[in-house]
């Protein structure tokens, strides 16, 4: 009879060495395509067209205020409302809400907040007067107005 040689079972290990390399290009690509927001909208946004707008330089001096329809009208009503840090508030809060956002910069840039309105096409005019009555007791005197259209350079 005649003697049969044992198969050795071989052991095919992965690859490591391009493993940093995949991992890091994973990574890279997670870092680029993720977009963070910095506050849920509570309320509804339709920014209306300009004809001329300009980009901003110093972003970190901007606080932003989204005045529209609540989208959860069943909780918080039809009526426009007036949001601010991921919390609705009414006008007169918004003095208060200016100090805080003012104490949150840094010394020197405190007289230069900005306060960014975005305000949904279809809300009347009597909101945003409250809120412009608001900013001015606030000593809030920057204001922009947001609005979608194309941006010219200076």
Known sequence: MAKFKKKTKTQESIPTSALP????????????TTVLREQDI????????????????????????YIGKPKNTGLYGSEPRIQANDALINAPELVQWVNQERD???????????????????????????????????????????????????
Request: aromatic residues 8%; charged residues 25%; glycine residues 4%.
């Open 104 to 154: 949150k910069l840094p010394e020197a840039d405190r007289g230069l907040i900005t306060i960014s309105m975005k305000v949904d096409k279809e809300v009347k005019m009597g909101p945003i007067s409250d809120v412009q009555t608001e900013l001015r007791n606030a000593d809030a005197r920057r204001v922009l107005y947001a609005s979608t259209g194309k941006i010219y350079d200076n």
């Open 42 to 65: 509570l309320v509804e946004q339709k920014i209306p067209q300009a004809t001329q707008l300009q980009k901003l330089q110093k972003k970190t001096l901007i606080s932003y205020i």
């Open 21 to 32: 390399d995949i991992i890091f290009m994973l990574l890279f690509f997670f870092m680029v």
